[in-house]
């Protein structure tokens, strides 16, 4: 039996009152099964402007017609197609990030792995060229050049990028590296490169610079309007800021790079869902507020653990004491230096610290940082922990160190849990 032949009825028998609300009058005479397919998708209607970008759950869009399809995919018109091309919750996303970043073009990715991955793949490189990277990069990081770059010939070369003798030689020493990767501020010790030479020695042997921006975000400081190539971060940390999204961008400085950043985001796959791609550019809107806060937040923390006895060293750049304080004043925004901090309790060893962790009330022993809630991170547990004893010496992370990413909460309320807790040790 044809559709045309069958009553308009529904399956459990009942004749529907009302015609499913659709402009395509057809479906009242189709099959029920068609109709909960079809029904109420493509209603086009009077023209509506969310206020905010709406979560477009579809993995493909239509043209007008066939010859307005075929534009789009020959690239000669722009729109939407399939969703591993572009999203318009992505895209809305993208936008922001792009304009907070001060670049042309960014790309979405599903992680800050993936974006980096992207970040890395852009550079082009051949099989012998040298990537140039900070020794105290993430975890993670340090990680994908050894395992996955360094097999197909790409040559991961590690230093201290602090030490500006140190970073020239790496630099002239032959082959230049053809890109160089840097945090401008490091994890987890929080110290702070002086970008402004970073970039400018970088380029003077062709090198491309890419930043991973995570720690500080583009209300500390934006990399590509110094000078740098490209920058990338996890947009699980401070982008979303609530600890319920996970995500990566890539953003360029020179709009040639676009296509390639396109191409390599349609090749790599690794794309963005609009579910989270609503909740980081939700986050977004607060960035600011949420910095802002937790950059006093953190100044203060600092200040009350330098003034405690059992704390033997306090790493933030907003203390004056710190090595990187001088940098920071001069290339953050004024008077922010980040929500990110470092303390050690005095000769605590690991058993010490495990009581001092679970001894917290207030602050959450999670994997990650730039939340809203107060977070502590044990390196020689996480980050650091297949590091020998060795190594972690000569880099500086003792047993006692603990790197606390603060949140917005009342100040008060964070040291007095860290009172607490300190109280026992
Ligand atoms: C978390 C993090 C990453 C990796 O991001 P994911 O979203 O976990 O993939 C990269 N760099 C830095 C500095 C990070 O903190």
């Known amino acids: 039996m044809t559709p045309q032949q069958e009553a308009p009825i529904t399956e459990d028998g009942v004749e529907p009152t009302q015609p499913p609300p659709t402009q395509h009058a057809a479906l009242n005479t189709q099959h029920f099964a068609t109709t909960a397919v079809h029904a109420g998708e493509r209603l086009g209607g009077p023209a509506i402007m969310p206020t905010s970008t709406p979560i477009y759950a579809s993995s493909t869009f239509l043209g007008e017609d066939a010859a307005a399809l075929d534009a789009v995919l020959g690239g000669t018109q722009k729109g939407y197609v399939y969703g591993r091309y572009a999203n318009p919750t992505v895209v809305a996303l993208e936008a922001a990030l792009t304009a907070l970043e001060g670049g042309v073009a960014t790309a ?3 992680s800050g792995m993936a ?16 990537v140039l990277a900070a020794r105290d990069l993430y975890g993670a990081s340090h990680a994908l050049l050894n395992t996955l770059f360094a097999p197909n010939g790409i040559i991961p070369r590690f ?6 003798a140190a970073y020239s030689a790496a630099l002239q020493e032959e082959p230049h590296p053809r890109a160089v990767l840097v945090e401008p501020i490091s994890n987890p010790l929080i110290r702070v490169l002086d970008m402004a030479g970073i970039i400018e020695q970088a380029h003077a042997v062709g090198a491309l610079v890419i930043v991973d921006n995570t720690f500080a975000t583009p209300y500390l400081y934006q990399p590509l309007v110094g000078g740098a190539d490209i920058v990338m971060h ?8 609530h600890g319920d999204a996970m995500g990566g961008s890539v953003t360029v400085r020179d709009p040639a790079r676009e296509a390639t950043l396109r191409s390599l985001s349609k090749l790599l796959g690794a794309v963005l869902s609009p579910f989270e791609a609503h909740l980081v550019h939700r986050g977004l809107k607060t960035l600011a507020l949420r910095l802002e806060r ?4 953190a100044l203060a923390v600092a200040q009350w653990l330098a003034a405690q006895p059992t704390v033997a060293a306090v790493h933030y750049p907003g203390l004056p004491d710190h090595t990187g304080h001088a940098v920071a004043t001069r290339q953050f925004r004024p008077g922010a230096y980040g ?6 309790i005095r000769a605590a060893d690991r058993a010490a610290m495990f009581g001092f962790i679970d001894r917290l009330r207030l602050l959450i022993p999670a994997t990650t940082l730039g939340d809203v809630y107060s977070q502590v991170s044990y390196p020689i547990m996480s980050s650091h922990r297949d590091w020998s004893p060795a190594l972690r010496r000569r880099a500086g992370i003792s047993d006692g160190l603990l790197r606390v990413s603060v949140g917005i909460e009342a100040v008060e309320d964070i040291i007095g849990d860290l009172e607490q807790a300190l109280r026992a040790a």
Request: charged share 15%; with cysteine; aromatic share 10%.
């Open 294 to 297: 937790q950059c006093a937040n």
């Open 159 to 164: 230093v201290d990028c602090n030490d500006a």
């Open 108 to 110: 979405a990715f599903g």
């Open 115 to 130: 974006a980096l991955h992207a970040a890395l793949l852009l550079v082009e490189m051949q099989p012998g060229d040298v």
């Open 339 to 344: 929500g990110m901090l470092a303390f050690e």
């Open 234 to 241: 996890s947009a699980t940390k401070y982008f979303g800021g």
